[in-house]
């Protein structure tokens, strides 16, 4: 039987999509998020506590990326074979269970373990869910929805800030535990419940989903098979992909922009303290302001993106705007303005966060199948190598100068490489269309 299907019958069939399997996909980013970047507050009492220096702690914060790095594309292709719900549920035990024990530290060596298993757990979330929506919405249907589920990393901040500092202010002490070591188990607990309820919540490919009528699953089907034909020039095989300079573009692209984001994450609440005298609590509320514009340049970026099918320009802009909030960030900490800082810092979320997800709108025009997934996985690990670099970096230049803008000026030229190279070598997208009406088996 033959029928017809519109483009209203299929927006209403991917809203369905969209609110079934984005939510939970966001909550275990945030919650992952949140595990990742809790450090940045732990930093403020833990280096005191154990007499560490910033370089230690840039070396603990940075190395949680090495774990990423190797474990990233190896995660991908078994979430390949066995799914997604089975690899979230891992990922989450995993890592939930590496944040708790961090509680309990004494030594570098302590910090550095966990941190690297925490990146290695971890390793395949990130571009697991990416490949995961790759299985269930056409590229452009899909800006919008991974900058929905991207947004998880302000909204981490957002919430997690002021979480962070509500824990740190209110259980210093009890029961002999310090504020930072409660900061960790507090925080690890709810990824563990995540990783059991992921095989109960989650549904692997759109063949499974029996909360989608059969006409339903037909729309998804018809947009993803139109967007592999039209798309058939794509690499397939990830030897192929590796060959292709476009891939390697895409990696230093994001290495470049994942720079800047690293730097706000673990730094973020020591620039703010640097310049203004706040309570933990008030620090929290600070910088969940400032990732309140990081999670609406996501949301607006992702937008304009999917509106305009277009993402080059979208991730370029938003980069440059990355690098200039981080310059200004410089020359407000030389000029002693908490203020200056607070809103440079808020530039800079709204724009490094903002490309990010328009970037996850460039691999898939390029490669598809095995390619796609090994490719997204290794892209994501070697640009992440940023967030190991960074921390190490800022901490370092912190502890020879005595203060932070040098180190941000050039972490901000480096953000704004990501820019010169997506206008030299990225080619010009070219938008995947859905046509207005067309046969439909059904």
């Not at 774990?67 to 292709?77: A, D, I, K, R, T």
């Not at 991974?146 to 962070?164: E, H, N, R, T, Y």
């Not at 039209?230 to 573009?249: C, Q």
């Not at 440079?344 to 095995?370: K, N």
């Amino acid at each position: 039987m033959t029928t017809t299907s519109t483009v209203e019958e299929r927006d209403r069939t991917f809203r369905r999509v969209v609110l079934r399997i984005v939510p939970f996909a966001t909550l275990v980013y945030v919650i992952a998020w949140i595990d990742r970047a809790n450090v940045g507050f732990a930093k403020l009492t833990t280096l005191d506590d154990l007499q560490w220096s910033d370089a230690v702690y840039g070396a603990g914060a940075g190395i949680f990326f090495l774990g990423y790095f190797f474990f990233e594309v190896p995660s991908n292709l078994l979430l390949q074979k066995i799914g997604a719900p089975k690899t979230i549920m891992r990922i989450a035990l995993g890592w939930g269970a590496a944040t708790v024990l961090m509680a309990f530290i004494t030594e570098p060596w302590h910090f550095y373990v966990l941190r690297f298993l925490q990146g290695a757990f971890e390793a395949g979330l990130h571009p697991g869910l990416i490949l995961y929506l790759t299985f269930w919405l056409p590229a452009h249907r899909r800006a919008k929805a991974v900058a929905i589920f991207m947004s998880a990393s302000p909204l981490a901040m957002l919430v997690g800030s002021p979480l962070a500092g509500y824990i740190m202010t209110c259980t210093d002490g009890v029961l002999g535990i310090a504020d930072w070591q409660w900061l960790f188990i507090i925080e690890g607990l709810p990824s563990i419940a995540l990783g059991v309820l992921a095989v109960f919540l989650m549904t692997d490919k759109p063949d499974n989903a029996k909360w989608l009528s059969p006409v339903e699953r037909e729309h998804v089907a018809h947009e993803l098979a139109s967007e592999s034909a039209d798309l058939s020039g794509r690499e397939h095989k990830f030897s192929a992909a590796l060959r292709t300079r476009t891939v390697w573009i895409l990696v230093l692209t994001l290495f470049c922009i994942i720079t800047g984001n690293a730097t706000l994450s673990f730094y973020g609440p020591s620039l703010v303290e640097a310049t203004l005298t706040v309570d933990f609590s008030t620090l929290g509320w600070i910088m969940s302001g400032i990732f309140v514009l990081g999670w609406l340049g996501m949301i607006v970026n992702g937008w304009l993106s999917d509106r305009m099918a277009e993402a080059r320009w979208h991730t370029a802009c938003a980069a440059g705007a990355g690098a200039l909030g981080l310059v200004l960030a410089a020359i407000a900490l030389e000029l002693g303005s908490g203020i200056g800082v607070i809103v440079a810092l808020a530039v800079s979320a709204a724009g490094t966060m903002g490309a990010i997800p328009v970037f996850w709108s460039l691999p898939p025009q390029f490669m598809s199948g095995t390619a796609l997934a090994a490719g997204v996985a290794l892209i994501n690990s070697i640009a992440n190598l940023a967030g190991y670099a960074a921390p190490q970096f800022l901490g370092s230049v912190k502890d020879a100068a005595g203060g932070y803008s040098l180190g941000l000026y050039v972490i901000a030229g480096v953000e704004f490489i990501a820019v010169l190279l997506i206008l030299a070598f990225i080619k010009k997208d070219s938008a995947v269309g859905a046509p207005k009406t067309e046969p439909l088996n059904a």
